[in-house]
């Protein structure tokens, strides 16, 4: 066991992080790792990100928005889905860099950090979970795999307690390994004037319902657009914008639904968007119809633009939105009620600006990225105290 003055000294050195993740490309967890390592390079830390592969089509690389942070980055070569260079070059980052911790994310990259966990056990392994897996996960037929990972790591960042529950009920990890830490972001990022692109989408002064997304089944862009003839009844230039990038070719299936509908008009479906910010500001209302998420980092970015939200009643959204507070919250995959919401908020413009007004308030109290740096920050210290290795170097 490690001596209490051996503790104390790595207390006072600069702590060494490497992040492994399944790509750079500019999504949820990407972005959300990006904004980590921003903050906690405002502490005492030197971190890697370590990547399986660099990028996937329809999405940007983030690899130089890392550099500009100072943040190394080091692509694994994973070109493959069974491409098993990386775990080759995995091992032999491991033994150059000698990490304080490894902090993995995402399923793939979480089996690398447990494959290097086996040669390098000195190494306290951190493993965010940032979903719950189920039913629209393509690589579902593996999670009995990943019960054995995810138990296996030193500690467990559940990014929601909904991803905890689900973890503790269902995979059966230990509650006490798992530490929910939500996500968190730079609010200011999103109340700021940026250049609108209603212009660019021609939507002149229409009211826009907005969504953002990755294009698949999960995220319930169908309801929202089964929603529209309703919502037009009652608000006939109201549009819907939906924006994410399309990975696996199911936005074909999103325009026949809207061809179907005669909503070639009010609705447009416009693809990745590397300007967030800028997108939420043309927005009247923000709608987000997923059907399972892990937190719904979009969400907490809407409300810090100031927008009034209408979300699937779902966990963890129900851990972000208060309804009828900071916004509203309808039962999942159901058109009707996703119109409704919308319309009312569309029509009661006094109350919509106060309950944008409230989720801006919120996101600043609960979701920034300075609170998730140090409850991360906390969490590495308390594994490598816990650890029973001796923190001698590797081999």
């Known amino acids: 066991m490690i001596d209490t003055e051996h503790r104390d000294g790595l207390a006072q050195m600069t702590m060494k992080i490497l992040h492994l993740i399944n790509t750079l490309s500019a999504g949820g967890a990407e972005l959300h790792l990006l904004t980590l390592c921003r903050h906690l390079k405002r502490h005492k830390t030197d971190i890697v990100v370590a ?3 660099e ?7 983030l690899r130089l928005d890392f550099e500009r942070e100072g943040v190394r980055t080091v692509n694994l070569h994973a070109d493959g889905r069974y491409d098993g260079r990386f775990l080759f070059n995995l091992l032999r ?19 690398a950090g447990a494959i290097g966990h086996l040669f390098y056990a000195s190494i306290p392994w951190v493993c965010s979970v940032h979903n719950i897996y189920n039913r629209f996960w393509s690589g579902r037929r593996a999670l009995p795999l990943f019960n054995a990972v995810w ?3 030193d500690a467990v960042l559940a990014i929601s307690h909904a991803v905890k529950d689900w973890l503790v009920k269902a995979k059966r990890v230990p509650s006490d390994k798992v530490t929910v830490i939500h996500y968190g972001i730079e609010p200011e990022r999103f109340c700021r004037p940026h250049s609108p692109l209603r212009t660019t989408w021609r939507l002149d002064e229409r009211p826009v319902i907005g969504t953002i997304g990755r294009l698949e089944q999960r995220k319930g862009h169908d309801c929202l657009i089964s929603a529209m003839p309703v919502v037009l009844e009652r608000v006939p230039n109201a549009s819907l914008l939906i924006i994410g990038h399309d990975p696996w070719g199911y936005g074909k299936s999103l325009q026949t639904l809207i061809s179907g509908l005669g909503l070639e008009g009010q609705v447009q479906i416009i693809g990745f968007q590397d300007d967030i910010p800028s997108c939420l500001e043309g927005l009247a209302v923000f709608a987000f119809a997923s059907r399972s998420e892990g937190f719904g980092q979009v969400l907490i970015e809407a409300m810090a633009a100031g927008k009034p939200v209408v979300a699937s009643r779902i966990s963890p959204l129900t851990e972000i939105v208060s309804d009828g507070e900071t916004g509203l919250l309808v039962h999942p995959d159901n058109p009707q009620a996703f119109a409704d919401a919308a319309v ?6 006094r109350e919509a600006r106060q309950m944008g007004r409230r989720g801006q308030e919120r996101v600043y109290s609960h ?13 590495y210290k308390k594994v490598m105290r816990a650890s029973p290795h001796e923190f001698d170097g590797l081999p």
């Open 55 to 61: 990028c996937v089509k329809g999405s940007r690389s």
């Open 344 to 349: 009312w908020l569309l029509t009661h413009p």
């Open 51 to 53: 990547c399986l592969r």
């Open 93 to 111: 980052l491991l033994r150059e860099e000698k990490p304080d911790i490894l902090h993995t994310h995402l399923p793939r990259a979480d089996f």
């Open 151 to 153: 138990r296996g790591a």
């Open 367 to 379: 979701f920034s990225a300075r609170r998730m740096a140090e409850e991360t920050l906390s969490l």
